[in-house]
């Protein structure tokens, strides 16, 4: 085996702090390691093409880079490997960039010491690394977009167009979404039907696109190029391919209920059309209103009413259609289920509800709609107030975020119903009570300003409350004018609330089946703040529009585009690669006990005939749990092998001075170690005792390795991993748990305080508490009553014993 | 006159003593008024709750001096509403305490009305001396 | 069918010995009536008044803990059976004892500090809960007291005041701070009318009513006002600094305004007596400043 090893100085960033050559020197020194070298910047071209020389030169078969984390340039290297001729997977990333020279930047000698030590680690690993092959697998052209409205229309234009077979689910009666209801749009004034209704009627005429309205999924699973997804597709009563929408039925129809789409202020009949430029165009009924359906549900034969059958010259109704259930095979899934405003009944002081002219800001959208179509509609009054961030920025009700349209849409409808009444020749006093504006989008500014200068005024102060007069409905608001600090205490004709956003119903269940995580704010969350913003953690599942947050049309078209393209790299190339890291089965151990059949979360392992057990690569997700419970050690998992893990614990508890004590972290690669990274960047310091080995799933740790590690001389370690909701690896934290508290009895046989071994999960956030933790640790190792080499050599002798008793 | 006023770290000082004695995180206040747009005696205060609070913010004393601090009969009408969770009681009486942990009394005892003291609900009298004697 | 008796730790406050004689009365008939025994926390001491709002100074919680001792300790002498909710009639008793009750339960070091302090007395473990009697007689049901109605007030028009007490802070509530219902669900029960209006949970003035009289007597104008707009015929608490300046005040308003109309204020208790068909002396009418019999006179004969 001819090892080389790389030490970078990263342009001082590492070099500044620790002695480059020496640790070079130091890797020179070790079996195998034919070439050492120190470089200014490995990943540069120049670098590159050194690694790739030498490689030919010296005929390296394998190589190590100490350098920054394997999460930042790991895939580079791989790639160099390849070009010269190599395997990727024959290459280590010692990371001394995160977790020594920016960690321990204070104590430049034994951070020199520690750099040696932590390439001696993945120099251990690097000699055992196999020549692997990523893992291919087939994957078609198929996209459920959830979600019919501007960014679920938005996405699927944009996949339909380039080909890709979309599936559209919409469970309301029409697409267009929250943008269909809107009067006009910030901050140039078009109005949202006109700009819209193409889009709309784009997709009912698009070849690649299937629409389902009126349709909820029911569930879904698989994986990414192999979702399985079931839905219902519910009955409208309405033959589509026969109706004409002439609206004769709607006429005949005796039953007024509030209408939805008008937000309440006004009436529909129940057999209807959302609106007029639904697509689908078609008539439906609502089953909740109609008598006919209504009383079938008591008595299934029921003839009742029926006026609108009788009405209908196409002959288009029947009210014996039935829910109907479709299957689809789906590759990848674009998430863009929306928004509900808040429920401004949860803000009682307000008096929506109670008070008839307290309106929210929707309505308001549908009163100007109603007023353009020279429709009958609610007088507003000449008073207009309008009261910002209601459901938003409040803690009271545990929302804390903004909700980012509120302010540009009361200054939308304060133009509107400003220049309405302009053109009317009527006087309109209106009043904008906000917090803060927020007017930060292209051209909104200046939205903002030409409203103020229209004679819009607005006035800082949240109002304390609204009261009724018990007479005259009007209504008066009590309100700090907090930049003159005066007391405003006047009527109004009219009260609007600018209601904030929040995730929908349908988006909750949305989440639930899809097990996605939410921030805190209840919003779907994305799998990196910026870099990431469109993924989710599920690879394959994408999100797009208010879903993911408060957004306004223009951020959710872009994000809708970005879900479609982040979508078609995924698909285009008819094949994607994913890690060779699976379990795997060494024969000659395994003596088909059968113990690790149950522990597998998605059931990979199974009898292939009475004495082989065969783990099911296609269904492996790599977590490791199975490994713990092998008495034979029988069971691996590639890329994080047996062997290697307890090589590279030996390395991190080599060269151990009297009386010095370690701490060693099990690092998850998704939350904790990228923790560590981020520690790293932000130059946060902890104590240097300590050394990070990464795995896949803390599920991977397993008693045995956990055990052997006290035995080599660690003194205390700690296990960290992702909280449950945001791990990729069904069931882990328990698994975990379960191996920690085997861990824990066993040390407490052998007189060894069991806290020596800790879990924790973390967010990637929580760059205190990492630091904390490792303090902790670290106190933990250097307790008094040290670990005596005679508790080490008993734990050693009993091992198995104590692992699997008889 | 426009006064001119000193924001340095003497002003801390007593904002960090307020914040003790009341346990409120007064720097995280936004001033947004919802406070005063809920207190019911406005009318009889000099200047307005949120102003109190923004006076402790920027550790200006004479916020000792005002009449708010006195009327406020932590009826929580604010730290209901309050978008910041704050308790704008807490403040007030955090307020009082500094003068009235030096002894200094609000209220003479012997104003009151030796004919209604015998009406006067015990929760009254006892309520007054809590918040309004040293 | 028989109906077990509920026994429960009942803790009056010193008003409801004086001045507030008619609210411990009335209620304690009432009750009767309904199949609750009210039974007197043996050696009582102040609740505290007012609940301490600074946070470096723990020690005014020390009263009303002493109290809740008194509950665990009923229980254990089998004075009452495994019953830790401490009844409450004074709003302000039920305010500062659950607050203070919160105060201990949810922090162990708190909770350590007040018994160390009172390390003469049994440590208090942290079981009881402190409720009102509104709050009781919603969850037995405000059904059971319809049931036992004798007298239905019919057509009589009520404001239900909450004040401040019941209701805030937030996480002591008795009903949804702003919107609450509850005094209005019971109002219902005795067949009465509950007015909807605006003024039910704002501060009466308080304890302003020594030092700043006329800041109380300009809020309660307001509130009684308001209730008259939306045609009450009386309004009813269960506050006794309330009920004192809700109508002990109508007198200095009466003085600066000819115009005023004046109204009863009655504790619910009173009314819960009225309606249950119980004579007079539950009433405990003459000590209202305002008399309550010509508005209820169709009740009474």
């Known amino acids: 085996m001819r090892i080389a090893v790389y030490v970078c100085h990263c342009g001082g960033n590492i070099s500044d702090v620790i002695d480059v050559q020496e640790v070079a020197k130091f890797a020179d020194e070790q079996d195998e390691v034919v070439l050492a070298k120190h470089y200014s910047h490995m990943c540069s071209n120049q670098g590159q093409n050194m690694l790739i020389e030498d490689i030919r030169k010296h005929e390296i078969d394998k190589v190590v880079i100490s350098a920054c984390s394997p999460l930042f340039h790991g895939e580079t290297f791989k790639s160099v490997l390849e070009k010269a001729g190599l395997n990727p997977y024959l290459v280590e990333m010692v ?30 690993k690097v000699r055992r690394n196999s020549a692997l092959e990523k893992l291919q697998q087939d994957i078609g052209k198929n996209v459920l977009v959830i979600g019919g409205g501007i960014a679920g229309i938005q996405a699927s234009l944009d996949l339909g167009e380039a080909g890709f077979n979309v599936h559209l689910v919409e469970q309301k009666p029409t697409i267009g979404g929250r943008m269909a209801q809107l009067s006009r749009t910030f901050p140039t004034n078009d109005c949202a039907a006109c700009i819209l209704g193409p889009k709309m009627s784009d997709v009912g005429n698009n070849k690649n696109i299937n629409l389902y309205t009126n349709s909820e999924i029911q569930d879904i699973s698989g994986t990414l190029g192999d979702f399985h997804v079931q839905m219902t597709k519910n009955p409208t009563y309405v033959d589509p391919d ?65 006026l609108c059958a009788k009405a209908c010259p196409q002959d288009s109704i029947s009210f014996e259609q039935k829910p109907e259930q479709i299957e689809l095979d789906i590759d990848t899934i674009i998430v863009a289920t929306g928004y509900d405003v808040f429920n401004a009944k949860e803000k009682p002081e307000y008096g929506y509800g109670k008070f008839e002219k307290v309106l929210i800001a929707p309505q308001m959208e549908r009163i100007i709609v109603q007023q353009g179509e020279g429709k009958k509609t609610r007088d507003i009054g000449k008073r207009i107030a309008f009261i910002q961030c209601v459901g938003s920025r409040d803690e009271q009700l545990g929302r804390e975020y903004c909700s980012r349209v509120c302010c540009m849409y009361a200054t939308k409808l304060a133009q509107l119903i400003r220049h309405s009444a302009q053109v009317a020749g009527q006087e ?168 690790c059949l149950n522990i597998c979360p998605h059931k990979a392992i199974a009898f292939s005939s009475k004495s082989i057990v065969r783990i099911n690569q296609n269904i492996c997700k790599g977590c490791g749990s199975c490994i713990a419970s092998c008495p034979k050690d029988a069971i691996d998992l590639q890329m994080f092998t047996n062997e290697q893990l307890s090589k590279e614990v030996k390395a991190a508890l080599s060269n151990k001075k009297e009386g010095e004590r370690r701490a060693l972290i099990f690092a998850d690669n998704m939350c904790t170690y990228k923790l560590a990274d981020s520690v790293g960047t932000a130059k946060k310091s902890y104590p240097i005792e300590t050394r990070i080995i990464r795995i896949p799933s803390s599920s991977r740790v397993s008693p045995k390795l956990i055990l052997q590690a006290f035995i080599l001389g660690a003194d205390a370690i700690f296990i960290g991993d992702c909280e449950e909701k945001s791990t990729p690896f069904k069931d882990s934290i328990q698994a975990t748990e379960c191996n920690v508290r085997v861990a824990k009895d066993i040390l407490k046989k052998v007189g060894i305080a069991d806290n020596r071994i800790n879990f924790f999960q973390f967010v990637t956030v929580m760059l205190p508490k990492f630091v904390n933790f490792m303090h902790q640790t670290v106190e933990i190792a250097k307790q008094k009553n040290p670990i005596t080499l005679e508790q080490r050599r008993i734990l050693e002798d009993n091992l198995q014993e104590y692992l699997f008793p008889n | ?95 009082r305490q500094i003068s009235l942990r030096e002894a200094i009394d609000n209220f003479d005892i012997d104003q009151i009305d030796k004919e209604e003291t015998k009406k006067l609900p015990p929760i009254a009298l006892v309520g007054s001396f809590r918040k309004l004697t040293g | 069918m028989r109906e077990n008796k509920l026994r429960i730790p009942y803790y009056p406050g010193c008003t409801l010995k004086a001045n507030a004689k008619n609210f411990e009365v009335s209620a304690l008939h009432s009750m009767e009536k309904l199949g609750i025994e009210m039974i007197e926390l043996p050696r009582w001491n102040c609740c505290g008044v007012v609940e301490s709002l600074t946070a470096d100074d723990k020690m005014r919680h020390l009263a009303p803990v002493r109290n809740l001792i008194r ?154 006002q308001d209730a008259q707009k939306n045609r009450a015929e009386i309004i009813i608490t269960s506050c006794p600094l309330c009920a004192f300046n809700l109508d002990q005040r109508q007198k200095e308003i009466k003085e600066q305004d000819d115009n005023f109309r004046q109204m009863p204020i009655l504790y619910f208790t009173q009314l819960l007596a009225l309606a249950l068909g119980l004579g007079k002396e539950s009433f405990g009418f003459d000590q209202n400043y305002i008399d309550p019999e010509p508005v209820l006179k169709r009740f009474l004969e």
């Open chain 1, 95 to 124: 990371n001394i960039r995160e977790q020594c020279a920016w960690v321990h930047y204070d104590e430049p000698r034994r951070s020199t010491e520690k750099a040696k030590s932590l390439t001696a680690i993945g120099i251990e």
């Open chain 1, 242 to 306: 026969s109706c004409v929408s002439c609206g004769v039925c709607a006429d005949a129809c005796p039953v007024k209920v509030d209408d939805e789409f008008q937000w309440g202020i006004s009436k529909r009949k129940a057999i209807y059309i959302p609106v007029d430029f639904a697509v689908p165009n078609k008539f439906l009924i609502d089953e909740n209103s109609c008598l006919r359906l209504k009383a079938r549900r008591k008595n299934s034969d029921s003839q009742v009413c029926g």
């Open chain 1, 428 to 595: 309109k006093d209106i009043y904008v009570f906000y917090t803060d504006m927020r007017t930060f989008g292209k051209g909104y500014e200046e939205y903002y300003k030409q409203t103020q200068k229209m004679g819009v005024k607005f006035i800082r102060g949240r109002p304390g409350e609204i009261s009724e007069d018990p007479f005259t409905k009007k209504l008066t608001v009590t309100v700090e004018d907090t930049l003159n600090r005066q007391i405003i205490q006047s009527e109004f004709d009219t009260v609007i609330l600018s209601v904030g956003l929040q995730l929908s119903a349908g988006g909750e269940k949305i989440a639930d089946i899809l097990n996605l995580p939410k921030s805190t704010d209840g919003f779907l969350q994305e799998a990196h703040p910026k870099f990431k913003p469109v993924d989710t953690q599920t690879e394959g599942i994408f999100v797009a529009g208010t879903a993911q947050g408060p957004k306004d049309i223009p951020d959710s078209v872009a994000q809708a585009s970005a879900t479609a393209s982040r979508a078609i790299r995924l698909m285009n190339q008819g094949k994607i690669f994913n890690e060779p890291m699976k379990a795997f089965i060494h024969t000659e151990k395994c003596d088909a006990c059968g113990k």
């Open chain 2, 1 to 95: 006159m426009i006064k001119k006023i000193i924001i340095d770290s003497e002003g801390n000082k007593f904002l960090e003593k307020i914040e003790t004695i009341s346990g409120e995180k007064i720097t995280s206040c936004d001033q947004c008024g919802v406070c005063t747009g809920s207190c019911p005696f406005t009318d009889n205060m000099d200047i307005t709750p949120s102003n109190v609070m923004r006076k402790v913010q920027l550790g200006q004393k004479e916020v000792l001096e005002t009449k708010t601090i006195w009327v406020c009969a932590s009826c929580l009408h604010c730290m209901t509403r309050c978008p910041r969770g704050l308790d704008l009681s807490k403040v007030a009486e955090a307020l």
């Open chain 3, 71 to 224: 509950v665990e300790e009923m229980n254990e002498a089998g004075i009452v059976d495994d019953e830790f909710r401490l009844l409450t009639l004074c709003s302000m008793c039920f305010n500062t004892l659950k607050r203070s009750n919160k105060f201990v339960r949810e922090d162990q070091e708190n909770l350590d500090l007040i018994n160390d302090f009172m390390y003469q007395e049994p440590d208090y473990q942290g079981k009881v809960e402190v409720i009102h009697l509104f709050e009781l007689l919603a969850d037995r049901g405000f059904s059971r007291i319809t049931e036992k109605i004798e007298k239905k007030l019919e057509k009589l028009n009520v404001a239900a005041y909450y004040g401040c007490m019941l209701l805030r802070p937030r996480n002591i509530s008795i009903d949804d701070a702003e919107n609450p219902n509850i005094i209005e669900n019971f109002v219902s029960a005795l067949g009465a009318n509950p007015v909807n209006w605006h003024n039910k949970h704002r501060c009466c003035g308080s304890y302003h009513t020594l030092s700043n009289k006329q800041l109380v007597v300009d809020s309660v104008k307001e509130i009684i």
